[in-house]
């Protein structure tokens, strides 16, 4: 039988008119089968946020794997790079590439102290201070368009 069925078998007991004995019998029987329900949903919940570790894990693994193949590209790269302005060479073809050194668009490099107010954008940000607003409320204050809310949440141990 499926969780919501017994919740709804759960609470048309609640609002049947039955005797003691008879109402105490049946309720017995669907709290059983109500926490074993709970108790296999819990055990699969359980069984998933172990996966996810497991896969966070290997995420990381794979990601330093990736970087560290990443960053000897790049080394590579760099190394392939000044051996051919060392030789002047500026393009190498062979069977399986061509190599060759090119321009990259030009690029703007400012010094440290630069300021110039004809290149200068003003950015203004605010930020809600939010555990100001949380001490506030919780100390009676009224502060208009904010609330305190109280949710609720599973916890499986």
């Known amino acids: 039988m ?3 069925e017994l ?3 759960y609470n048309e007991l609640l609002e049947m008119d039955l005797d003691d004995g008879v109402f105490y019998d049946t309720l017995e029987g669907l709290e059983g089968d109500i926490e074993d329900k709970v108790d296999n949903i819990a055990c699969i919940i359980k ?3 172990a996966d996810v570790e497991a896969i966070k894990k290997e995420e990381k693994r794979l990601a330093d794997r990736r970087a560290a193949k990443e960053n ?3 080394r ?3 190394y392939l790079h000044q051996s051919m302005c060392a030789m002047d060479k500026n393009k190498i073809e062979t069977a399986r590439n061509l190599i060759s050194i090119r321009k990259n668009p030009a690029k703007v ?7 110039n107010e004809d290149y200068a954008e003003v950015i203004e940000t605010v ?3 939010k555990n100001k607003i949380k001490e506030d409320l ?3 204050k009224v502060v208009e368009g904010a609330k305190l809310e109280q949710g609720t949440s599973l916890n499986i141990k």
């Open 2 to 4: 499926r969780m919501y």
């Open 127 to 129: 930020k809600i201070d």
């Open 47 to 49: 069984e998933l946020n």
């Open 138 to 140: 919780k100390a009676g």
């Open 72 to 74: 000897k590209a790049r």
């Open 109 to 115: 490099v400012l010094v440290d102290d630069f300021y």
């Open 76 to 78: 590579l790269k760099a």
């Open 7 to 9: 919740v709804g078998m």
